[in-house]
């Protein structure tokens, strides 16, 4: 294949490859005239300009006389309109971004930024240290629902994440069952316990350090398990990205993984995967 010195036209030689030859040298040369585009003589356009450039690379050209592109503005979103498209609510990390709003909770709230409010606001808000987790006006239901939902820990250092997946559902007025400190190193505490897990639609497996707990679950239920790895180890263990790795790479199939520490996006995983918020 012979080519211009722009890569746009190529005579094609003999052989089944040089159609195919031609298409990506023609692309290829697409792509050099876009990184070349200046603007004024000698200088480059910058990041944001050459993005609008990319935008409106196969529009129509404009006139003189036509309105230039503008950049693209996304709206905001608000609790309510997430509540209805999703049936869950997001969930910030310092009570200053409520506001007036006394419908949702919070996540990671440190005791220092609990403290900051008045003491009538504090009064409305459901803490708990160990989850760091905070929630208005919590739903409650007499009598209490079902177990939908099980949250199981490796050892015990998995608690506070395990509780905000936990609290986050309990508020959506979903029914959990709680096992803690059943990891693969005491295997015959989970065995025990395995009949009341199987018939449950959703296993929450919060581990850290080698995070195998997920797999074996994987290996042993029937519903849909959610890993959540966790920063507990040390050494290797690297904050929870060796057992996030080994989430990933899990063996048994259909393991869904959540990011490190993540409880709150464990439990709005499940109640997705129960059909929304109740």
């Known amino acids: 294949v012979e080519l211009s010195v722009d890569g746009e036209r190529g005579r094609q030689a003999d052989g089944a490859?040089?159609?195919?030859?031609?298409?990506v040298a023609?692309?290829?040369g697409r792509r050099d005239r876009r990184r070349r585009?200046?603007?004024?003589?000698?200088?480059?356009?910058?990041?944001?300009?050459?993005?609008?450039?990319?935008?409106?690379?196969?529009?129509?050209?404009?006139?003189?006389?036509?309105?230039?592109?503008?950049?693209?503005?996304?709206?905001?979103?608000?609790?309510?309109?997430?509540?209805?498209?999703?049936?869950?609510g997001t969930v910030p990390s310092h009570p200053e971004t409520l506001g007036d709003d006394s419908s949702?909770?919070?996540?990671?709230?440190?005791?220092?930024?609990?403290?900051?409010?008045s003491e009538a606001r504090q009064r409305q808000i459901d803490y708990e240290p160990l989850s760091a987790t905070g929630f208005f006006a919590r739903r409650q239901s007499e009598p209490p629902p079902a177990p939908e939902v099980a949250v199981v820990t490796a050892g015990s250092s998995d608690a506070g994440v395990a509780r905000e997946a936990a609290r986050t559902l309990d508020y959506y007025g979903v029914g959990v069952l709680e096992l803690h400190d059943v990891g693969v190193a005491g295997l015959w505490r989970l065995?025990?316990?395995?009949?009341?897990?199987?018939?449950?639609?959703?296993?929450?497996?919060?581990?850290?350090?080698?995070?195998?707990?997920?797999s074996v679950l994987g290996g042993l239920v029937p519903g849909l398990v959610i890993a959540v790895p966790t920063s507990t180890g040390y050494g290797v263990a690297r904050a929870g990205e060796t057992a996030l790795h080994a989430a990933l790479a899990s063996c048994a199939p259909g393991v869904v993984v959540c990011n490190i520490d993540n409880g709150y996006g464990?439990?709005?995983?499940?109640?997705?995967a129960l059909g929304g918020a109740r």
């Not at 996540?107 to 403290?115: D, E, F, G, S």
Request: proline share 7%.
């Open 26 to 28: 023609r692309d290829r």
């Open 266 to 272: 464990a439990a709005c995983a499940a109640l997705r």
């Open 104 to 117: 949702r909770g919070l996540t990671r709230l440190a005791p220092a930024a609990l403290a900051e409010l």
């Open 17 to 23: 490859y040089g159609g195919m030859a031609a298409i």
């Open 37 to 88: 585009a200046v603007d004024g003589p000698g200088r480059s356009i910058g990041r944001r300009r050459r993005l609008r450039v990319h935008r409106t690379w196969n529009r129509p050209e404009q006139g003189e006389d036509d309105e230039p592109d503008r950049p693209l503005h996304l709206a905001p979103i608000s609790l309510s309109e997430s509540l209805c498209r999703t049936g869950i």
């Open 191 to 214: 065995l025990a316990r395995l009949e009341s897990l199987r018939p449950l639609k959703v296993v929450i497996a919060v581990a850290g350090m080698d995070a195998a707990l997920p």
